[in-house]
């Protein structure tokens, strides 16, 4: 079982940027494809984006395309979610994903790490 926890999450106002960041305690990420997506009150958990094991390779939701970056720290172990130009839209409940095997929009992830709230204030 792999344990992912995130964190970073807060409240920001519309037009701000945060950077969330998970890590897996004991875990080489290097050994894991990684993602993240989102759920916002009432609606449907969104996918955000994934990577590849050696982080240089990325796959994003079309529409958060340029505004969300993610980067793989392997030497240090930690997932980054970098993130402006915020809007309310944003909004959600954000989780770390982690999968041996592939990385991509349509993958059942194997790992979910619990969240960690983003609000923004408008």
């Known amino acids: 079982q792999v344990q992912l926890v995130e964190s970073g999450g807060g409240l920001v106002q519309a037009g701000g940027s945060l950077t969330l960041s998970c890590a897996a305690p004991g875990r080489s990420l290097s050994s894991y494809y990684m993602g993240w997506f989102r759920q916002a009150p009432g609606k449907e958990r969104q996918y955000v984006g994934s990577?590849?094991?050696?982080?240089?390779?990325?796959d994003y939701e079309g529409s958060l395309k340029g505004r969300f970056t993610i980067v793989k720290d392997n030497s240090n172990n930690i997932l980054y979610l970098q993130m402006k130009g915020l809007q309310s839209e944003d909004t959600a409940l954000y989780f770390c994903v982690a999968d041996p095997y592939e990385y991509g929009e349509t993958v059942e992830y194997d790992y979910w790490g619990p969240g960690t709230q983003v609000t923004v204030s408008s």
């Open positions: 990577i590849s094991k050696s982080g240089l390779s990325t």
